[in-house]
């Protein structure tokens, strides 16, 4: 998905990672990974109907199921559990927004990584070191220094 388009579909990973990320002077800026079993796609574009503005990009093969926002609504419109399921899913995704935003602005470097490894050790042999110093707003050098020093 690129930035500036609107997103048309939800997408459920069935397998594969993503990663959506913004761009400023021409560097990448990670802000999430998704892969299988979670959603997938340009969340607030999908939900406003408005532009994005960063990008969504496979890491690896990647497949889907997806809606459209059309059907999405259609259908929350009719089923009241699906409206419910939709609201607790919108609930943990910004619950999860708020810890982030907490951990990178009142966990030094160190703190940023150790957290990281202890909630989703898993990563790191999926995604590339790169994406996740990027994630972790830790320079590659730091990165590699303190990946050096765990055992996964």
């Known amino acids: 998905m690129e930035c500036g388009h609107v997103e048309r579909y939800l997408y459920f990973v069935n397998d594969g990672i993503q990663k959506s990320y913004y761009l400023n002077e021409g560097k990448q800026h990670v802000m999430f990974f998704a892969y299988s079993p979670s959603f997938s796609g340009i969340v607030e574009s999908f939900l406003t109907q408005t532009p994005s503005k960063y990008y969504l990009e496979t890491i690896t093969d990647s497949s889907f199921l997806r809606i459209s926002y059309t059907e999405h609504a259609k259908l929350i419109k009719m089923h ?18 708020i810890e982030r935003h907490h951990e990178l602005m009142a966990y030094n470097m160190e703190t ?41």
């Open 80 to 97: 009241r559990e699906l409206e419910c399921l939709f609201r607790k899913i919108t609930e943990s995704f910004l619950l999860g927004i």
């Open 112 to 152: 940023r990584f150790k957290t990281f490894a202890q909630r989703s050790p898993h990563l790191f042999n999926m995604i590339p070191q790169k994406d996740l110093s990027s994630y972790l707003r830790i320079d590659p050098t730091n990165f590699s220094k303190l990946i050096n020093s765990i055992t996964i």
